[in-house]
């Protein structure tokens, strides 16, 4: 019998990771058809599959295809029980998504991408302006919610929280002798990201992965 969902995407963390951390909390059965670098022209030639020539993309059951990451993850939420319970909370949480995505693009974009003078640029951008502001938001949130003891919003676990803990695993590859821990300002959101951490199926994924998202070397353009 087909799993639930197949997953199309890297063997990397980066994006799918958002998604696995959500299938392995819910417990999904799902499998992985992986891709590397090599396989970029064939993911452009396959329309169907990938629209925009971009991993990630996931099938279901019945065959319904989902793409862009966070659509994927918008679904799995609604499916799962992971979007809070009001029209307010999904708000907050999709503010919360919105705002670590920043995070994330910018880690990828210097972490990846970068190098030289100008990754050092871009660092000091994402540490000191980028990374500070949405996380001082993310916490803004949290605290008005049980006074930030909790959740996100509600009593339970949804996609926001996980977003979090998503972004501070970006973050913290980052962390090196040069740059001061910018998650020391958020003991809070720290607590929350334990939590996420050692949440069903996500701690026994973590056991299983590494507490460290890797990634190969990057080929950084000239
Ligand atoms: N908005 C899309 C972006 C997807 C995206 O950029 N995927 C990357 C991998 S993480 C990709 O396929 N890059 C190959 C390329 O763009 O050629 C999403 O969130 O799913």
């Known amino acids: ?33 992986n891709y590397t670098f090599d396989d970029i022209p064939a993911i452009k030639a396959n329309e169907a599959l990938f629209p925009m020539g971009q991993v990630p993309t996931i099938v279901l059951e019945n065959g ?12 799995l939420a609604n499916e ?38 100008d990754q050092q640029q871009k ?16 916490e803004k949130c949290l605290k008005r919610n049980n006074n930030g003891k909790g959740y996100l919003v509600g009593e339970s676990l949804s996609i926001g929280d996980i977003a979090l803990a998503v972004a501070i695993e ?19 959101l720290m607590d929350l990201n334990k939590k996420v951490r050692e949440a069903p199926g996500i701690k026994e994924y973590l056991q299983k992965r590494g507490q460290q998202a890797k990634y190969p070397p990057f080929p950084v353009p000239e």
């Open 1 to 33: 019998m087909a799993p639930k969902i197949t997953l199309h995407y890297w063997t990397l963390p980066s994006r799918g990771e958002f998604i696995r951390f959500i299938l392995y909390n819910k417990n999904i059965e799902f499998n992985e058809v």
């Open 64 to 75: 319904d295809q989902i793409f862009q990451s966070h659509a994927i993850v918008r679904y």
């Open 80 to 117: 799962y029980d992971l979007y809070g319970k009001t029209n307010m909370d999904k708000a907050i949480i999709d503010q919360v998504l919105d705002t670590l995505k920043e995070i994330e693009e910018k880690c990828r974009e210097s972490m990846l991408f970068s190098k030289g003078e």
């Open 123 to 138: 660092y000091k951008i994402l540490f000191g302006d980028t990374a500070p502001r949405a996380l001082r938001f993310t």
């Open 170 to 188: 970006s973050l913290t590859l980052l962390y090196n002798k040069d740059y001061r821990n910018v998650m020391d300002d958020f003991p809070l």
